[in-house]
Protein backbone atom coordinates (compact mmCIF):
# COMPACT_ATOMS: atom_id res chain seq x y z
CA UNK A 1 0.00 0.00 0.00
CA UNK A 2 2.11 2.98 -0.94
CA UNK A 3 2.29 6.31 0.91
CA UNK A 4 -0.54 7.98 -1.33
CA UNK A 5 -3.20 5.01 -0.85
CA UNK A 6 -2.17 5.56 2.77
CA UNK A 7 -2.55 9.47 2.51
CA UNK A 8 -5.87 9.11 0.46
CA UNK A 9 -7.26 6.25 3.53
CA UNK A 10 -5.95 9.09 5.85
CA UNK A 11 -8.43 11.98 4.34
CA UNK A 12 -11.30 9.89 4.76
CA UNK A 13 -11.12 8.35 8.14
CA UNK A 14 -13.65 11.19 9.19
CA UNK A 15 -17.58 10.41 10.46
CA UNK A 16 -20.68 12.57 10.95
CA UNK A 17 -22.84 12.14 13.41
CA UNK A 18 -26.25 13.05 14.31
CA UNK A 19 -28.68 11.03 16.40
CA UNK A 20 -32.07 12.17 18.36
CA UNK A 21 -34.28 10.61 20.76
CA UNK A 22 -36.52 11.62 23.08
CA UNK A 23 -34.09 11.12 25.64
CA UNK A 24 -31.20 12.82 24.49
CA UNK A 25 -29.96 14.73 20.98
CA UNK A 26 -26.30 14.58 19.72
CA UNK A 27 -24.89 15.87 16.89
CA UNK A 28 -20.96 16.07 15.95
CA UNK A 29 -17.78 14.48 13.98
CA UNK A 30 -14.90 12.55 14.81
CA UNK A 31 -12.00 12.73 12.40
CA UNK A 32 -9.17 9.80 13.38
CA UNK A 33 -6.39 11.17 12.01
CA UNK A 34 -6.74 14.94 13.33
CA UNK A 35 -4.20 17.06 15.81
CA UNK A 36 -6.19 16.13 19.37
CA UNK A 37 -8.71 19.38 18.92
CA UNK A 38 -12.28 19.35 20.28
CA UNK A 39 -15.14 21.12 21.03
CA UNK A 40 -17.60 19.19 23.26
CA UNK A 41 -20.31 19.91 25.41
CA UNK A 42 -22.30 17.24 27.06
CA UNK A 43 -23.63 19.65 29.64
CA UNK A 44 -22.08 17.53 32.24
CA UNK A 45 -18.63 19.11 33.10
CA UNK A 46 -16.43 16.05 34.41
CA UNK A 47 -17.73 13.83 31.50
CA UNK A 48 -16.59 16.87 28.74
CA UNK A 49 -13.43 17.24 30.69
CA UNK A 50 -12.68 13.19 30.43
CA UNK A 51 -13.73 13.12 26.62
CA UNK A 52 -11.39 16.00 25.77
CA UNK A 53 -8.48 14.06 27.55
CA UNK A 54 -9.67 11.20 25.04
CA UNK A 55 -9.70 13.37 22.29
CA UNK A 56 -6.45 14.90 22.92
CA UNK A 57 -4.09 12.32 23.72
CA UNK A 58 -5.96 9.77 20.66
CA UNK A 59 -4.47 12.77 18.47
CA UNK A 60 -8.66 12.76 17.21
CA UNK A 61 -10.64 16.04 16.18
CA UNK A 62 -14.14 15.66 18.09
CA UNK A 63 -16.89 18.14 17.83
CA UNK A 64 -20.06 17.17 19.65
CA UNK A 65 -22.86 18.54 21.28
CA UNK A 66 -25.41 16.91 23.69
CA UNK A 67 -28.33 17.59 24.96
CA UNK A 68 -30.51 14.89 27.10
CA UNK A 69 -32.70 14.74 30.00
CA UNK A 70 -30.34 15.67 32.57
CA UNK A 71 -32.89 16.49 35.05
CA UNK A 72 -33.36 12.55 35.42
CA UNK A 73 -30.27 12.15 35.60
CA UNK A 74 -26.99 11.43 33.58
CA UNK A 75 -27.17 7.87 32.56
CA UNK A 76 -28.86 8.08 29.09
CA UNK A 77 -26.47 10.95 27.81
CA UNK A 78 -23.39 9.60 28.80
CA UNK A 79 -24.42 5.73 27.44
CA UNK A 80 -25.80 7.64 24.40
CA UNK A 81 -22.55 9.57 23.67
CA UNK A 82 -20.80 6.37 23.76
CA UNK A 83 -23.08 4.70 21.02
CA UNK A 84 -22.33 7.95 18.64
CA UNK A 85 -18.75 8.23 19.04
CA UNK A 86 -18.17 4.09 18.94
CA UNK A 87 -20.05 4.10 16.12
CA UNK A 88 -18.35 7.48 14.47
CA UNK A 89 -14.94 5.56 15.33
CA UNK A 90 -16.28 2.07 13.65
CA UNK A 91 -17.59 4.26 10.11
CA UNK A 92 -14.12 6.04 10.05
CA UNK A 93 -12.52 3.39 10.03
CA UNK A 94 -14.32 1.96 6.90
CA UNK A 95 -12.95 -1.80 5.55
CA UNK A 96 -10.44 -1.33 8.39
CA UNK A 97 -7.77 -1.89 5.68
CA UNK A 98 -3.90 -1.17 6.37
CA UNK A 99 -4.06 -1.13 10.03
CA UNK A 100 -2.02 -2.01 13.04
CA UNK A 101 -5.13 -3.24 14.22
CA UNK A 102 -3.47 -3.56 18.05
CA UNK A 103 -2.65 -0.96 20.64
CA UNK A 104 -1.75 -0.99 24.76
CA UNK A 105 -0.89 1.62 26.93
CA UNK A 106 0.45 1.88 30.58
CA UNK A 107 -0.86 5.04 31.58
CA UNK A 108 0.72 6.86 34.71
CA UNK A 109 -1.29 9.74 36.28
CA UNK A 110 1.41 10.56 39.19
CA UNK A 111 -0.48 8.04 41.88
CA UNK A 112 -2.97 6.13 39.80
CA UNK A 113 -2.18 3.91 37.05
CA UNK A 114 -4.06 2.85 33.83
CA UNK A 115 -3.59 -0.90 31.71
CA UNK A 116 -5.24 -0.39 28.57
CA UNK A 117 -5.43 -2.82 25.31
CA UNK A 118 -7.63 -2.33 22.17
CA UNK A 119 -7.69 -4.99 19.89
CA UNK A 120 -9.94 -3.28 16.63
CA UNK A 121 -10.84 -6.62 14.72
CA UNK A 122 -14.48 -6.70 15.11
CA UNK A 123 -15.48 -8.30 17.62
CA UNK A 124 -17.25 -5.94 20.41
CA UNK A 125 -15.96 -6.92 24.27
CA UNK A 126 -15.26 -4.88 27.22
CA UNK A 127 -13.31 -5.85 30.37
CA UNK A 128 -13.54 -2.78 33.02
CA UNK A 129 -11.87 -3.32 36.27
CA UNK A 130 -11.55 -0.25 38.64
CA UNK A 131 -9.88 -0.57 41.68
CA UNK A 132 -10.58 3.14 42.89
CA UNK A 133 -13.94 2.58 45.33
CA UNK A 134 -15.06 6.58 45.13
CA UNK A 135 -18.60 6.40 43.95
CA UNK A 136 -19.02 10.17 42.66
CA UNK A 137 -17.11 12.95 41.30
CA UNK A 138 -19.29 16.05 42.48
CA UNK A 139 -23.12 14.74 41.86
CA UNK A 140 -21.39 12.39 38.71
CA UNK A 141 -21.85 8.82 39.11
CA UNK A 142 -18.66 7.32 38.33
CA UNK A 143 -20.52 3.41 37.57
CA UNK A 144 -21.92 4.97 34.46
CA UNK A 145 -19.13 5.34 32.58
CA UNK A 146 -19.13 1.46 32.90
CA UNK A 147 -22.21 2.01 30.46
CA UNK A 148 -20.05 4.48 28.55
CA UNK A 149 -17.08 2.53 27.57
CA UNK A 150 -19.72 -0.89 26.69
CA UNK A 151 -21.55 1.45 23.96
CA UNK A 152 -18.43 2.98 22.50
CA UNK A 153 -17.03 -0.47 22.72
CA UNK A 154 -20.44 -2.43 21.21
CA UNK A 155 -20.75 -0.01 18.58
CA UNK A 156 -17.00 0.81 17.23
CA UNK A 157 -16.56 -3.60 17.50
CA UNK A 158 -14.02 -3.79 19.32
CA UNK A 159 -12.42 -5.45 22.09
CA UNK A 160 -10.98 -2.77 25.12
CA UNK A 161 -9.82 -4.24 28.20
CA UNK A 162 -9.76 -0.92 30.64
CA UNK A 163 -7.83 -2.38 34.37
CA UNK A 164 -6.46 0.95 37.23
CA UNK A 165 -4.78 -1.32 39.61
CA UNK A 166 -4.20 1.46 42.28
CA UNK A 167 -4.43 5.31 42.65
CA UNK A 168 -6.13 6.88 45.69
CA UNK A 169 -6.98 9.96 43.78
CA UNK A 170 -10.53 9.45 41.81
CA UNK A 171 -9.46 12.24 39.74
CA UNK A 172 -6.50 10.93 38.72
CA UNK A 173 -7.36 7.11 38.46
CA UNK A 174 -10.21 8.48 35.61
CA UNK A 175 -7.83 10.43 33.99
CA UNK A 176 -5.39 8.11 33.62
CA UNK A 177 -8.32 5.52 32.27
CA UNK A 178 -9.31 7.62 29.77
CA UNK A 179 -5.84 9.07 28.61
CA UNK A 180 -4.92 5.24 28.42
CA UNK A 181 -7.68 4.71 26.26
CA UNK A 182 -6.73 7.08 24.21
CA UNK A 183 -3.24 6.29 23.62
CA UNK A 184 -4.54 2.79 22.85
CA UNK A 185 -6.62 3.84 20.33
CA UNK A 186 -3.71 5.88 18.85
CA UNK A 187 -1.83 2.76 18.33
CA UNK A 188 -4.63 0.37 16.95
CA UNK A 189 -5.76 3.26 14.72
CA UNK A 190 -2.41 3.82 12.79
CA UNK A 191 -2.66 2.88 9.36
CA UNK A 192 1.04 0.75 9.05
CA UNK A 193 2.32 0.58 5.34
CA UNK A 194 3.37 -3.00 5.56
CA UNK A 195 -0.15 -3.99 6.37
CA UNK A 196 -1.72 -5.62 3.05
CA UNK A 197 -5.47 -5.32 3.17
CA UNK A 198 -6.98 -5.91 6.32
CA UNK A 199 -4.88 -7.31 9.28
CA UNK A 200 -6.75 -10.45 10.20
CA UNK A 201 -5.66 -14.20 8.66
CA UNK A 202 -9.35 -14.42 7.85
CA UNK A 203 -9.10 -11.68 5.22
CA UNK A 204 -11.79 -10.20 6.53
CA UNK A 205 -12.73 -7.89 9.73
CA UNK A 206 -15.97 -9.19 11.72
CA UNK A 207 -19.02 -6.94 10.19
CA UNK A 208 -16.41 -4.69 7.86
MN1 LIG B 1 -8.24 16.82 35.27
Known amino acids: ?43 IPFFNH ?28 VEDVGIVLGKALSDALGDRRGLARYGYSLLPMDDALAQV ?50 GEDVHHAYEAVFKGVARALYMACALDPRVKGVPSSKGRVEGA
Not at 62 to 77: P, S
Request: proline share 2%.
Open 1 to 43: MGDSVCSDIMKKRRAEFDRQTTETQITGSLTIDGEGKYDIDTG
Open 50 to 77: MLELLTKHALFDVTLKATGDLDVDYHHT
Open 117 to 166: AVDLGGRPYLVYQINNRKRKIRDFELHILEHFFRSFCDQARMNLHIQQPY
